[in-house]
């Protein structure tokens, strides 16, 4: 790594931002920008896109000013099997299972990821996302979800 990197948690951080937002900006070059007033397909993922660029490119830059307290440790493996687990969990879950179920099991196995796991906090955190869950997005949004889905009778 070059000597005028200083902080390495920060450069890194930075070149994911930046590489996922460029990466928005590009896949949105297919689609309608359309205007402010009038929304294109293409006009959120690439303005958000771009705001995600600008903020990577922030810490890019602050990575050659701010000094680095520790170095990196280890990359987490364990925990990052069980959030991108519990994404693809909920993904399966979502239309058979029903909302309900799909958060539990969303921020169940995704609680597994923390070293501060405990079963009691873990059930009564999941269980206020499912209700919130339900009542913004099929109650408030009147989003197309099945609380329960068809493998419970729903």
Do not use: C, N, Q
Not at 71 to 93: I, N, P, Q, S, Y
């Amino acid at each position: 790594m070059p000597a005028f990197i200083k902080h390495h948690k920060d450069f890194w951080t930075g070149v994911i931002f930046v590489f996922f937002g460029l990466a928005a900006i590009i896949i949105g070059l297919d689609y309608p920008m359309g205007t402010a007033g009038r929304m294109g397909p293409a006009y959120f993922p690439s303005v958000l896109g771009g705001l995600l660029a600008l903020v990577g490119l922030a810490g890019i830059v602050r990575s050659f000013f701010r000094e680095e307290e520790e170095r990196m440790g280890r990359f987490a493996f364990k925990e990052a099997f069980f959030v991108l687990f519990a994404v693809v969990l909920f993904a399966f879950t979502v239309r058979g299972a029903g909302l309900v179920v799909a958060v539990m099991l969303i921020m169940m196995v995704s609680a597994f990821a923390s070293s501060k796991f405990k079963l009691a906090s873990s059930l009564a955190v999941s269980v206020g996302m499912t209700i919130f869950a339900v009542v913004v997005f099929i109650k408030a949004l009147g989003l197309p979800l099945a609380i329960f889905g068809p493998w419970f009778g729903g």
